[in-house]
């Protein structure tokens, strides 16, 4: 296993590493041991999320406060797009985002510390995903920043008009947004 940083060092792309041959193939998608070493500390993983969604769906941004989510995101089926906004505003990087390819094919997740916005959009004909969490999800606690934030400028890879959620659509700007300090 390998782990590439972003242009937000702190967000890594890590790869497995696959063996193949004329039967398929096999990898180790987790290891804690390991995954400690590559990240520099160990993740406790408390809740798995699986979604699945048409191409052009978006999800997100989404975080949460007060029981800040740490999560590490991996493709199952289909291609996503998946964005991270970094939140923590004594960060050299707050307000900036990071974007990365994930797919079945690639085999790529996404580490995503917590203090940062996680979205995505789905770039086959559908996609399949699955999200590990260092924390519950708590309604009371979730926040969504607006997608489409002229002031974040996300360039979203769609082939038609953005399919998303009404929750979604009424995300808050990140300049009103609730951040990290």
């Known amino acids: 296993m390998k782990a590439t940083p972003t242009a937000i060092p702190e967000v890594l ?8 041959d004329e039967r398929g193939f096999f990898y180790e998608s987790f290891n804690a041991r390991q995954f400690a070493e590559l ?3 160990p993740a406790l993983f408390v809740q798995d999320d699986h979604f699945r969604s048409a191409r052009d769906v978006v999800r997100g941004l989404h975080y949460q406060v007060g029981l800040a989510q740490a999560k590490l995101v991996r493709v199952i089926a289909g291609a996503i797009y998946a964005v ?3 939140l923590r505003r004594q960060s050299p990087f707050f307000g900036r985002w990071v974007a990365v390819s994930l797919s079945a094919e690639n085999r790529r997740q996404l580490w995503i510390p917590a203090g940062f916005a996680f979205g995505s ?5 559908f996609a399949e995903c699955l999200v590990k969490s260092t ?6 606690n979730e926040r969504t920043i607006l997608w489409s934030d002229a002031a974040l400028a996300i360039e ?8 998303v959620s009404a929750k979604d659509n009424q995300g808050v700007v990140l300049a009103n947004a609730e951040v990290f300090r």
């Open 156 to 163: 979203w890879p769609l082939r038609g008009a953005a399919v």
């Open 84 to 86: 991270v906004v970094d």
């Open 13 to 20: 792309i890590v790869e497995p590493k696959v063996y193949g």
């Open 135 to 140: 924390d519950y999800w708590t309604p009371q």
């Open 121 to 125: 959009v789905v770039t086959s004909d």
């Open 39 to 41: 990240v520099g500390q």
